[in-house]
């Protein structure tokens, strides 16, 4: 992995939560403790709902944008997209290798957002022609289990639990349809570890020399 661009969006705290957190994410990997699975992402703020583009302009705009990082992936085979339609936050990860995208969404809906699977299948089309890969286009889609959110206020908090799991386990949990450790609901720790881990970097970002 490379260069990690930073975007905040400017007015909407979960947007800047989930991309500085992805950042630190990819910091734990590129400096350890946590060793490399081949994992790189799209930052959360790429690919947002944007009010002011019609449906089919912001799917082709964001298609373009997850083709272009697969080009750029430095033969990093699992993408995780965070991916935001709209006042909720859920996330795919993309294996290259397989051509499948795991979709996790603590809603627990029964189909996967039909805007987003437009993007992913739209986004591996134009990566397999720019680059000529020997590769099925045709994306498997999975929905997996996971906890559920049980309040109003904990979107992005579970959006960056389900990033450090995979982050830390690897693809098996998802493969496995084991993010979460079989639990319904997280647990007050398992949010506010990862608030403590997300407001100690942030303080140290923005101390930085």
Not at 30 to 51: H, L, Q, S, Y
Not at 158 to 187: A, H, S
Request: charged share 20%; aromatic share 12%.
């Amino acid at each position: 992995m490379e260069d990690f661009e930073v975007v905040f969006t400017f007015g909407w705290l979960s947007g800047s939560v989930v991309t500085s957190y992805m950042m630190y994410l990819y910091e734990q990997i590129k400096n350890g403790p946590i060793p490399a699975r081949g994992i790189c992402f799209v930052i959360a703020t790429a690919t947002m709902k944007d009010d002011c583009k019609s449906r089919s302009k912001h799917i082709d705009d964001s298609s373009k944008i997850i083709a272009e990082r697969l080009t750029k992936r430095n033969n990093n085979d699992i993408i995780i997209v965070p991916y935001n339609p709209g006042n909720h936050w859920v996330l795919t990860v993309l294996d290259i290798k397989t051509t499948t995208c795991y979709y996790l969404d603590f809603l627990r809906p029964i189909d996967v957002n039909s805007q987003l699977r437009q993007i992913i299948d739209a986004a591996m089309i134009m990566y397999a022609v720019k680059t000529g890969a020997n590769m099925l286009i045709k994306v498997n889609w999975v929905n997996n289990k996971c906890p559920t959110q049980p309040g109003s206020i904990e979107c992005g908090y579970y959006i960056l639990n389900f990033m450090k799991e995979i982050v830390r386990d690897g693809l098996d949990i998802l493969v496995n349809n084991n993010v979460g450790g079989g639990k319904e609901v997280y647990t007050d720790a398992d949010l506010d570890a990862v608030r403590e881990e997300w407001a100690s970097y942030a303080v140290q970002f923005v101390f930085r020399e």
